[in-house]
């Protein structure tokens, strides 16, 4: 087909839209090395793990051989309430680059949850539902993912208990009113409702939280309270398994018009979106059907896969979660206070950290401010005000078709656009009033995180 | 076609999207009253408007008689950035309320403006970008209209100047942040850049401003300013021109699946999204081709069309805009300070309230945390967070569907969705603490407005 005939917005028909998952894990030929159980030492069980999770995501947890699993009836049906989402063509963000490169965004924000994580929440919140609990636990930082679960627990019915870190429980208001507004309850963390919370307000009394200490909180409630499970948004292999929706969409809507990818950028911090994204076009790359340039956009100031260890290491502060072998800053681990743009966890899916070291995929840093500056330039040409976690992404495909325009070669170039950014003019503000700033941490300053590193 | 084979989301093609907009005072057989010069109480001239609005957009104001008005293609072009708006089919909604009714709902809210407002804001900044001026001046309450117009000013690399009632300005920041990420400059009204500015404040030193008030500031400075003109989000008949595309569209989906709508509802405020969503079907209505059941909502508390007179009124508190013959409260009125919901203007559209006053069209008023237990109820179920004001919509098709499972009617319900509620969390929090209130104001509260009717 003529590219010319590329409508600005590609849909789906709902007929077109997948009706299972794919499980990149089924295509590795090197599979990602096991959960460790943290007092053990030892691979965890499916048991062990069905204690935390429910029992359905803990096989799918587990489950690196099944190349699709089948995405249950009532998920497709609430998935068609904000699904497909459109694969959109860039062309004015390509007229005002004057590159001849074409680019495409994969846009998820056109939720009220407001980005890709309601995709991973409705399932597992669905299977909550189908084991017959009562509610489920979870943690959040900036709040995405804590809406994303309100939702979804609201549409079941489900009681759904959310960790804020403290900072953003405070500054972020609004957030916690939408996940109110959804029947959550949300408590500040590091709180006194569990035990590792009144630990680590009697150590630190000051602390304005951490997501490391808010699963630690979100887990010893779940695991202490009678029909709970703990669910997280990301980082996960059933959390990759699920946001494969984004990627099999993008693949459905560029085959559906003839369109070839040459470069796929996401942005990552604990890999779920760019995990979903990039996960059927690598199932390819590793069947050696085709090649793509797959690139992981990270912040300067938590680059846990460009200066990051791969290695064993705590999911949370707490160190009650099973470990994991990833690209890691050290559980211990805090990005500087002048980063705005998310991202802030300290490690990342053990999958893609894996496909990383393997050299399949590469990873670049980029600093706020350039990112804010993407940011701005795309809303005003895009008509969408973007996530700052998103914005790295669009940082770095403005770059690779900056590139183009150099070369003149006429790459297609797919990004994820994970969200939209109305609930973060904090940041916006402080770059519009010109006081934002970059920091890009020292090797000393990492060195803490390192030093947080299990002894195994 | 089957009903059962209707997808969640009808969205068209873009190839099905409309290419004029529509005119429907051209179909009225007794046509809307004509604007007064507010000195003479003659009706304005093309000359006169020339001087507030851009010539372009003055013709249209005035032209009863083109029944189509071709959209440009730079404007179908932007449109294609956020358009189609998908009509969604509200199945699981149906199934909460268990009704026999069959609800569909224009979605406006899928744009960072998060409303239907850019549809016209894009059309007035084109207008004023071919004209030649430097920029344009606005005035905004709640911030959606100032959004929309930065958005609109910022593609077209036009300077715009926005006066944001000072209450909102201070309560939103949010709001101001996104108008100024796309480069507009926001000023708090009253304030002392103009002369009906300063005169409010010297009279009323504490007063945290009004619509009326932001609109005569915005009207003098663009009078003032050579290359400058003034443009208005609403009430104006240009803007349902504009307005119509929601219609237009709305129509062609339907038609699309042989769907019949019998009663078609919308939220009103000074009109904009009702009289866009309506007028192609009213179009019907007057050439009596079909006949349906339009039902404009509005809050108890600013109840312009229910309580209202219909009279000549100015449109704004400094008197300096040509009059207009409306369903008012008089420009001196002022909504109780517990009303949350936006929708608080005066008056009405002239061609809404002309189809009002001629029995063409319903009116009902609703109180405020029935509109909320309604915004709620539908988040919930249909997964988008409404705007306070949509939510009056929502309230009524609610009921409209409620009556239907009494009677077993099965009876196809359309409203117009308007936008998103994700700056509006104060007032959501207010009623998830239990801290909203009703209020319907007594003949003798509205009473001051009346008073303020010209006497002519």
Chains 1, 2 share one sequence.
Not at 108 to 127: D, F, P, V
Not at 206 to 234: D, F, H, N, P, Q
Request: aromatic share 10%; proline share 5%; charged share 25%.
């Amino acid at each position: 087909m003529n590219q010319k005939e590329i409508p600005y917005k590609i849909y789906l028909e709902e007929s077109e839209m997948p009706k299972s998952w794919y499980n990149v894990r089924a295509d590795m030929k090197e599979k990602p090395e096991p959960l460790l159980n943290p007092g053990t030492h030892k691979p965890v069980t499916l048991a062990e793990l069905s204690g935390i999770f429910c029992e359905e995501l803990a096989k799918q947890e587990l489950n690196d051989t099944d190349v699709y699993i089948e995405i249950p009836e009532e998920i497709r049906k609430f998935y068609k309430m904000y699904r497909p989402s459109p694969l959109v063509r860039a062309y004015c963000l390509e007229e005002k680059l004057q590159t001849p490169a074409k680019i495409y965004y994969k846009f998820e924000g056109n939720n009220t949850s407001g980005s890709h994580k309601l995709n991973s929440a409705i399932a597992q919140a669905y299977y909550a539902k189908q084991q017959g609990l009562k509610g489920v636990t979870t943690e959040t930082g900036a709040g995405q993912w804590g809406t994303a679960l309100s939702m979804a627990c609201s549409y079941f019915d489900l009681d759904c208990k959310v960790y804020m870190v403290k900072v953003s429980y405070e500054q972020k208001p609004f957030r916690r009113e939408v996940m109110r507004t959804y029947g959550a309850s949300v408590t500040p963390s590091p709180s006194d409702t569990t035990d590792v919370g009144r630990q680590i307000l009697k150590e630190h009394p000051g602390t304005t939280g951490s997501l490391g200490c808010a699963i630690s909180e979100a887990v010893e409630a779940a695991v202490s309270t009678e029909g709970y499970r703990y669910v997280l948004g990301s980082v996960l292999n059933q959390v990759l398994l699920h946001q494969s929706v984004i990627g099999l969409e993008t693949k459905a809507a560029l085959d559906k018009y003839g369109i070839e990818p040459d470069v796929i950028i996401g942005c990552a911090g604990g890999g779920s979106n760019l995990g979903g994204l990039i996960s059927p076009f690598m199932g390819e790359k590793l069947r050696g059907e085709k090649d793509y340039q797959f690139i992981a956009v990270e912040p300067a100031s938590c680059p846990s896969l460009t200066r990051g260890k791969f290695a064993y290491d705590f999911c949370d502060t707490g160190r009650v979660c099973p470990l994991a072998k990833m690209y890691t800053l050290g559980s211990g681990f805090i990005p500087s206070a002048n980063h705005a743009g998310g991202l802030r966890y300290h490690g990342m899916s053990g999958v893609l950290s894996k496909l990383y070291d393997d050299g399949l995929m590469e990873a670049r840093s980029v600093e706020q401010t350039a990112v804010f500056e993407a940011a701005t330039q795309f809303a005003r040409v895009e008509g969408i005000l973007p996530a700052p976690e998103s914005s790295h992404a669009i940082r770095v495909a403005i770059d690779e078709a900056l590139k183009c325009k150099e070369t003149g070669e006429e790459k297609t170039i797919v990004f994820g656009l994970t969200g939209t950014g109305y609930f973060d003019m904090v940041a916006y503000e402080k770059f519009n009033n010109g006081e934002m700033s970059d920091y890009i941490p020292t090797d000393e300053d990492l060195q803490p995180g390192f030093d947080s590193l299990p002894k195994m």
